[in-house]
């Protein structure tokens, strides 16, 4: 089975504060995505990456940015964290092209930032 | 812009009816994904529909997709207890796109014994 591990469950950080959320998948996908969820509006893209050193901006990209320097690890980083990036964070992985199989989620994190 | 539309976003039903959720979505795919979310979870993935009225079905619940339409349909038949969850339908942004999914804002049920 495919396994996407994200570092932390839960995180409380404060406003202006650097963060990084770490996400390792153990399949060799090559496809990894960071996304938040928020109640009513869904999951929604922040980044994402299919190959190492290769990023491409969601649909939120603005607040985050993202490095990729080995295969099976994707990090986001909130570069300045403010209030409203309070959120759950979804990491996803997948094969390139794949287009017969689903993504692969890890847990989440839920971020606070106070 | 593509969107995704799910409804109802809340669902409560009793448990042993039978219930559908929709999921509508605005631009040409033939490639929809169902996940289910518990509480406090991630995201478990139940169906992958591939083409124009795939139909799959595992347990209580059975998904359809009409690209015509662009509509695919989760039904729950006789709804049990475990069946309470938050269900998402996700569509592949298409080709080339290095396989990102739009999701719909997902349809939270809760089935009352």
């Known amino acids: 089975d495919v396994k996407v591990t994200q570092s932390s469950r839960y995180l409380v950080k404060r406003t202006g504060e650097k963060v990084f959320l770490e996400c390792v998948q153990d399949?060799?996908?090559?496809?990894m995505f960071w996304y938040r969820q928020d109640p009513g509006l869904g999951l929604r893209l922040i980044y994402f990456?299919?190959?190492?050193?290769?990023?491409e901006k969601g649909d939120i990209p603005e607040g985050y940015s993202v490095s990729r320097e080995k295969k099976e690890r994707f990090s986001l980083i909130l570069e300045s964290a403010s209030t409203n990036q309070t959120s759950m964070y979804l990491c996803a992985s997948s094969l390139f092209e794949s287009f017969n199989q689903p993504q692969h989620f890890g847990d989440g994190t839920r971020l606070s930032i106070l | 812009e593509l969107k995704v539309e799910q409804n109802p976003l809340f669902l409560s039903m009793q448990e042993g009816k039978n219930y559908t959720i929709y999921c509508n979505y605005s631009?040409?795919?033939?490639?929809l994904y169902w996940y289910r979310q518990d509480p406090g979870k991630s995201l478990e993935s139940l169906f992958v529909?591939?083409?124009?009225?795939a139909v799959k079905q595992e347990g209580r619940l059975m998904a359809s997709l009409d690209t015509k339409a662009r509509l695919s349909t989760l039904h729950i038949t006789a709804a049990v207890h475990d069946l309470s969850a938050t269900y998402f339908c996700?569509?592949?942004?298409?080709?080339?796109?290095?396989?990102?999914?739009?999701f719909g804002t997902g349809t939270s049920l809760t089935v009352i014994p």
């Open positions: 631009t040409t795919s033939d490639r």
């Open positions: 996700a569509v592949d942004k298409g080709w080339n796109t290095g396989n990102q999914f739009y």
């Open positions: 399949m060799d996908h090559e496809n």
């Open positions: 529909l591939l083409s124009n009225g």
């Open positions: 990456s299919y190959d190492v050193k290769m990023k």
